[in-house]
């Protein structure tokens, strides 16, 4: 629901939408009109309603109709119809289809009220549910992640289990899918939460300075060495220390690293003397350590020593139930930033966002969102908003020379392969349609690539 709940009312007689919009607006509601049924459908499309008051009989498209058209779009709205003709067969076919009530006219408008209280205490226990079933972890401090799909509610079931623990954990997963702030959940979860989480960058910082950066140093150690500097494992002491990036930590660093880990204390660059530390290790990577290994860039120990619970991100693409709830978070953080009254997605917006395979993950759908609120001068943000969704495009090699036939299998099959294998959108930017597609696919089955 929004904050303030919106009411389409569809009626083609003026005088008694009119009368029902200002009801309904004295009542606290936003309301929205549309004199037919089909205006109310494509008022769908492009926004977002809690509730839908709506006649029965309309002179262009029914309210029947208009019902069946809106639970395609929209499943979940809620839809009360009205009608001057009340029989118990309209009924019947009214709420076989889908509506939530029906009132007859002249309107009662204590029911009316009561009925539109009902319907948006339903859509609330609705929202109030999934989230019940969705939040495995109870207790847990998600420490601003967001989803609800089955595998994110499985990795944060793991993370309350894990994060009471003192075990080291090795969080995985591609770029942009959220692996620092897993680390945060594990740590704010933690007995340590009062403690420091400390964060470093293994990528970010060449390897001489890594070595400072990590264990300290003393003065005089080396040139623009002033004073002692307390390195980042001392800094984490009773708290936790995030390796971010674990896997591009040179082979001498993973060494002084992991007797680190195993000693419990540091020495400084310059020094003699043992620090004892008592920090938990949180460790992140986006690198297959085990082919790392294999290769002899990443020591086997140390990967035990990290790996002792194993934690895996899965990409965006694979939980696409998620894309609603993070984008509509990052609409409401960037519109509030760059102070635009943006209000939502329209269906079609959210659509192309769900289909979108988002190589960059998370990271790479804040940034369309942030973008397209940027950019949008509507209420809403709409399909034509995403167009040119944020990231690099696809690599394409020339095509070949010969016939045109082989040309364009080449064309449809490369695009193919650039959509991840989805054929409607493979379909889309060819300009065919998904049948010929697929009879294009067919004819070329068994040809050699």
């Avoid at 992140?284 to 002792?308: C, E, H, P």
Wanted: charged share 25%.
């Amino acid at each position: 629901m929004t904050a303030t709940p919106s009411i389409l009312v569809v009626d083609d007689d003026a005088a008694h939408r009119a009368m029902l919009a200002t009801l309904l607006g004295s009542w606290g509601y936003q309301v929205t009109e549309a004199d037919d049924g089909g205006r109310a459908v494509e008022a769908v499309r492009q926004q977002a309603f809690d509730l839908i008051l709506m006649d029965v009989r309309m002179i262009e498209m029914s309210g029947i109709e208009a019902l069946e058209r809106i639970k395609t779009i929209n499943p979940a709205i809620s839809v009360v119809l009205m009608t001057a003709y009340a029989s118990v067969e309209t009924a019947v076919e009214a709420i076989r289809k889908g509506a939530y009530d029906y009132l007859t006219k002249p309107l009662d408008f204590d029911k009316l009220r009561l009925t539109v209280q009902r319907a948006m205490e339903h859509l609330r226990l609705q929202a109030e549910n999934r989230q019940l079933k969705a939040d495995l972890g109870r207790g847990l401090n998600r420490s601003h992640i967001i989803g609800r799909s089955p595998a994110m509610c499985a990795l944060l079931e793991t993370v309350a289990q894990v994060a009471p623990t003192e075990a080291t954990v090795l969080v995985t997963g591609e770029s942009g899918t959220g692996k620092e702030l897993i680390a945060a959940a594990i740590h704010d979860n933690s007995l340590r939460r009062r403690g420091p989480l400390v964060k470093i960058n293994c990528a970010a910082i060449t390897e001489t300075l890594l070595e400072s950066e990590l264990f300290g140093h003393e003065k005089g150690a080396f040139t623009g060495a002033d004073r002692r500097k307390e390195g980042r494992i001392v800094q984490a002491h009773g708290g936790s220390l995030f390796l971010d990036e674990v896997g591009e930590m040179p082979l001498t660093m993973q060494v002084k690293l992991l007797r680190a880990i195993q000693e419990r204390e540091v020495v400084r660059v310059g020094g003699q003397e043992s620090v004892a530390v008592d920090v938990r290790i949180i460790a992140a990577t986006n690198r297959d350590l085990a082919r790392m290994i294999s290769d002899g860039t990443f020591r086997q120990d140390l990967y035990y020593r990290l790996n002792v619970v194993g934690l895996h991100i899965p990409p965006l693409r694979e939980r696409t139930g998620d894309i609603p709830l993070l984008a509509a978070h990052f609409l409401k953080h960037f519109a509030e930033k760059n102070r635009k009254p943006i209000q939502g997605f329209t269906p079609a917006a959210m659509d192309r966002l769900i289909r979108h395979r988002w190589p960059g993950n998370v990271r790479e759908l804040a940034n369309a969102v942030e973008r397209a609120v940027v950019l949008a001068r509507g209420a809403y943000l709409g399909e034509a908003d995403f167009q040119e969704p944020a990231g690099p495009p696809p690599e394409t090699a020339p095509l070949p020379e010969g016939p045109l036939s082989e040309l364009e299998r080449q064309a449809i099959l490369r695009t193919l392969a650039a959509t991840g294998g989805n054929k409607s959108e493979a379909a889309r930017r060819l300009g065919i349609t998904r049948k010929t597609l697929h009879q294009k696919l067919k004819h070329y089955d068994g040809q050699p690539p």
